[in-house]
């Protein structure tokens, strides 16, 4: 395991013990980011979360300004804004400014972070899912076919259909957004270890809604989610028989590292 792997690792855990309540609600998912670093133990109960606050600004690797100021801000350390050259100016407390030095610090040791951030590429469908009527057998679409094997496994023979597909290109942990007929998608990826490690929301027809953290292996599908549909919103997707049949919507994620 590379450097800035152990310290994303151990940032994400810091982040989440310092920003614990008693146990009467869960943490909060830490979005996924690529380096890490210390964090001092969090506030005093009750302490006021504007107290004492105090602007610094940072020195970071030439090309690495606009990528580490993304996973500060998705960390929640504090008001971070690019300043000049490649400086970045954090609003933060005290404690949290000294974990943003010593990240700093620690990412000016790790050689790998020198390295220009990767492009990625994300493919989305939509995809109908139907029972089928009578004897008729599944069908499937070609392009993400092992996708849908994999839910016919659990779901039984399906009839699919895809609803629409968005592809979305960006950069290693900048926010992406595309926007279709039906749906719209928004996240932030980054690379690690040789996978992508990516914040999905996804929004759909009929309001639904889906948001999730997931680890993808580069060229593999993931099914992000599936929902039950309402047939009245079906019929204005696809051309129906009819018949009373369960409707159900999924979500197949594929995503690719650019060379």
């Known amino acids: 395991m590379t450097r800035s792997a152990i310290l994303m690792i151990a940032l994400i855990f810091l982040l989440g013990a310092a920003a614990c309540t008693p146990p009467t609600a869960p943490t909060p998912p830490t979005p996924p980011t690529s380096w890490a670093a210390p964090l001092p133990p969090a506030a005093p109960e009750g302490a006021d979360k504007n107290d004492d606050l105090e602007m610094r600004s940072y020195t970071v690797a030439q090309g690495q300004q606009s990528r580490v100021a993304s996973m500060l801000r998705s960390l929640s350390i504090g008001q971070v804004s690019q300043g000049p050259g490649d400086r970045l100016v954090v609003v933060a407390s005290p404690r949290m400014q000294q974990s943003v ?7 000016a040791k790790d050689k790998a972070a020198e390295r220009p951030p990767a492009s990625l590429a994300f493919d989305y469908w939509l995809v109908l899912g139907t029972a089928p009527a009578g004897e008729q057998g599944a069908t499937t679409i070609p392009e993400i076919g092992p996708a849908l094997e994999a ?14 597909k968005l592809r979305v290109l960006s950069i290693d942990s900048e926010d992406a957004t595309a926007e279709g007929r039906w749906a719209s998608v928004t ?14 929301k996804v929004k759909g027809p009929g309001g639904i809604a889906f948001r999730t953290i997931v680890r993808v292996d580069p060229e593999k599908f993931v099914v992000l989610g599936q929902v039950g549909f309402d ?7 696809i051309p129906l028989d009819g018949q009373p049949r369960d409707h159900k919507l999924f979500v197949v994620l594929r995503a690719s590292i650019d060379p």
Do not use: N, Y
């Open 231 to 237: 047939p009245s919103l079906a019929k204005e997707l």
């Open 101 to 107: 030095a010593a990240f700093i610090e620690e990412l």
């Open 151 to 164: 839910i016919s496994s659990v779901e039984g023979p399906m009839e699919f259909v895809k609803v629409e």
């Open 187 to 200: 996240h932030r990826a980054s690379t690690a270890e040789g996978s992508i490690l990516a914040e999905v």
